[in-house]
């Protein structure tokens, strides 16, 4: 398997503008995590989902952040407007099932640079 | 509020040496730890775990080590070695309330020659 994947890479974009992001979870697993790292407050977990249903999203900042799992094998994170504070590495990972039984899986990370 | 807390972002140890990194969280209910490293531009990958009726689990050069009436783990690198440099996060799950992770800030970890 290739593992989580993100896309894209590196972002960077103005403020104001709509950011999304993109996760492929690996096959199978049934859970899907979306977390921002930044120096401050390290990695903070954002939104999970369990079979594509939205199960904790006390960690999304504020409503410019919204997240969608429209299937088993695809997630997106959007900010809508973007603002500068929102720069921050950005990652997805997935897990087989009930975490404790299994370890999360992360991607390589979204860099998102808000100018 | 950091419910689970690495104090010391950096820590340098020369090769061949212990490297002991630190982790406190003020959460009564978690029962599940785990260490994940993370290499610049790479997501974190998970290392080691310990479950609350454990306070010692080993791996190789790894073993964490946990005290849950100090609220404190910590993990033991032994020998360190330069490929051990890295950042490792410190998480915690209460898992039978939740399957979230609550991560610490990390530490990077620098291993010389």
């Known amino acids: 398997d290739a593992g989580v994947i993100q896309s894209p890479r590196h972002e960077v974009t103005e403020m104001g503008q709509e950011v999304t992001l993109r996760c492929k979870p690996i096959?199978?697993?049934?859970?899907l995590f979306w977390y921002r790292q930044t120096m401050m407050r390290g990695l903070e977990l954002l939104i999970y989902?369990?079979?594509?249903?939205?199960?904790?999203d006390s960690g999304m900042p504020e409503d410019r952040f919204s997240a969608k799992m429209p299937n088993a094998s695809f997630s997106t994170l959007k900010i809508q407007p973007s603002e500068p504070r929102d720069s921050a590495v950005y990652f997805c990972?997935?897990?087989?099932?009930?975490?404790?039984?299994?370890?999360?899986?992360f991607g390589p990370g979204t860099r998102l640079t808000v100018l | 509020d950091q419910q689970v807390k690495q104090n010391s972002p950096s820590l340098s140890v020369q090769e061949g040496r212990i490297s002991i990194l630190n982790c406190d969280y003020t959460?009564?209910?978690?029962?599940?730890f785990l260490w994940y490293k993370k290499y610049p531009a790479e997501g974190p990958t998970f290392l080691i775990s310990?479950?609350?009726?454990?306070d010692k689990n080993e791996d190789g050069r790894f073993t964490v080590f946990l005290n849950k009436s100090a609220k404190h783990l910590s993990l033991h690198i032994v020998p360190s070695q330069p490929g051990d440099s890295a950042v490792y996060f410190c998480?915690?799950?209460?898992?039978?309330?939740?399957?979230?992770?609550?991560f610490g800030t990390g530490t990077r970890l620098q291993v010389f020659p």
């Open positions: 990972a997935s897990s087989l099932n009930k975490m404790g039984t299994d370890t999360q899986y």
């Open positions: 096959s199978g697993h049934d859970y």
């Open positions: 989902f369990n079979n594509n249903v939205p199960i904790d």
């Open positions: 959460n009564s209910m978690f029962d599940y």
């Open positions: 310990i479950s609350s009726i454990k």
């Open positions: 998480a915690a799950a209460a898992r039978r309330n939740t399957d979230k992770l609550i």
